[in-house]
């Protein structure tokens, strides 16, 4: 068969060994590479139909892996004014001014990336911002993708008047008189007023969702294991797949949250093996706690604001009944232990299902090796493989990037030249841990021919002070 690709004039590193090969090309046909030799044997193989690039020895690798993003509902919320560059509020104002200047009349502002420590020693709301989004209804993303601020008038749309209460550890932030501040913390308070603002149309919502897969597949990814089928993602992803248009092979782990039901524990269970031929809905993504920025992660020890104590699964017995019910029908839970409380009840009521419920557990980040009780290199009492690998087999740990920045977004280059392998620089999120079902029965497809990439750039999650 004749090759779609050829490169030459590489170095081929050996993912396994951490070596260089002592082949200079390759050859690849239908996502894998079907031949490794020298330039003049690799080269005689190409076709008229054949790209044919030569690397001026650039390294050539295995394609990298995000194990925690999120492409369409990050695509979507990332539609809106970037306020990621702001790093005090008089640039958050500027930003948000000039983007309202452009707005007609009733229409609403979305933003994103804003990060909390622009408000300095200010509570986190719409007075600090001040009046720029006086009779305007908009919705500013803070960086975490966990909590939102809305403006006056769109909790006026949405009859947000005070303090609500939630299945999860979620919060409509009031001040002292119970009058609300914009502050939304988590999903279930961020729903209430979502729920009222426009949504992108499909066409929309599926070119934005292209753009950011390639941008991601440019940055060295590969494949990705997406924590949500939030909205319409599943069909977007669909739609992007009958078009040729999706770049990067997918891992889909639904959420299920705090209040879910058992009819929509079922629903859940039946979405497992769905999706195409490079997309499939393969695990559930379950909700211990939120993140220390809002206040809503489950810590040891109370964060520096005396928060951050509480599961944001309030109902223990309820999760553990979920549990039972996802291990029954042979889900088994996603990697990344580690000794915090989350993970310490998740992995309690995983053991009570009996000796055979040998999955993996967590809802949250993977660390780097340096970390001496580092999830990435395996859990020395429980004797699990390190996650840092491809989610068909387990080897040797690699050094893990977690994923910072506005969910779903990566910031990189243009699309690559061939779907076989892709140029650039990776972006945040390279080689994290897979999530999703680790055993072989649940294995699926195989994964594309290498990336070309320059080594990733670790960069560590922030925290925020004075975000209330």
Not at 248 to 253: D, E, F, I, K
Not at 295 to 304: F, K, N, S
Not at 340 to 353: A, D, E, N
Not at 450 to 464: G, L, Y
Request: with cysteine; hydrophobic share 35%.
């Amino acid at each position: 068969m004749t090759p779609d690709l050829v490169l030459l004039s590489a170095r081929l590193l050996d993912p396994g060994t951490g070596e260089l090969l002592p082949h200079t090309a390759l050859a690849a046909g239908g996502g894998r590479i079907t031949h490794l030799g020298d330039d003049r044997e690799i080269r005689a193989l190409a076709g008229p139909g054949t790209t044919v690039l030569g690397l001026r020895q650039a390294v050539v690798t295995a394609g990298f892996t995000d194990g925690h993003l999120h492409p369409v509902s990050g695509a979507e919320r990332t539609m809106g004014v970037d306020l990621s560059a702001c790093r005090d509020l008089p640039a958050v104002r500027a930003a948000l001014a000039e983007a309202v200047a452009t707005l007609e009349p009733g229409a609403w502002l979305r933003g994103w990336g804003l990060d909390p420590n622009a408000f300095g020693g200010a509570p986190v709301g719409f007075a600090a911002i001040g009046p720029v989004l006086d009779g305007v209804p908009a919705l500013l993303d803070l960086f975490d993708a966990h909590s939102l601020i809305a403006s006056p008038r769109a909790l006026q749309l949405a009859g947000v008047t005070g303090p609500r209460r939630f299945e999860q550890a979620a919060e409509i932030v009031c001040d002292a008189e119970g009058r609300p501040t914009g502050l939304l913390l988590e999903d279930a308070a961020c729903e209430v007023v979502e729920a009222v603002a426009p949504r992108p149309t499909e066409a929309q919502l599926r070119a934005r969702t292209a753009e950011v897969l390639h941008a991601m597949a440019a940055a060295g990814l590969t494949g990705g294991h997406a924590m949500d089928a939030n909205g319409d993602s599943l069909a977007t992803l669909a739609a992007l797949e009958d078009e040729d248009g999706l770049p990067l092979r997918l891992r889909v782990a639904p959420w299920c949250q705090p209040g879910a039901d058992a009819e929509a524990v079922r629903d859940l269970i039946r979405l497992q093996g769905t999706g195409g031929r490079l997309w499939r809905v393969a695990g559930v993504k379950l909700f211990m706690d939120g993140t220390i920025d809002n206040g809503t992660a489950w810590l040891e020890r109370p964060d520096c604001h005396g928060e951050s104590t509480h599961a944001f699964w309030p109902d223990p017995e309820r999760y553990a009944q979920v549990v039972a019910e996802l291990h029954e029908a042979g889900w088994r839970p996603p990697p990344t232990p580690s000794e915090t409380p989350p993970y310490v009840m998740c992995w309690t009521r995983w053991r009570r299902r009996g000796p055979r419920a040998s999955g993996r557990c967590g809802t949250g980040w993977s660390t780097s090796r340096r970390c001496p009780t580092t999830p990435c290199g395996g859990s020395p009492r429980s004797g699990w493989p390190p996650p840092c690998s491809p989610p068909t087999a387990a080897s040797s740990p690699a050094p893990t990037t977690p994923t910072t920045g506005p969910a779903g977004s990566v910031r990189s280059a243009p699309r690559a030249p061939s779907a076989a392998a892709t140029c650039g620089t990776p972006g945040p999120g390279s080689c994290s841990a897979p999530t999703g079902p680790s055993h072989p029965s649940r294995r699926w497809g195989s994964w594309p021919a290498p990336a070309i990439a320059a080594p990733p750039t670790s960069r560590c999650p922030r925290t925020a002070p004075g975000r209330r």
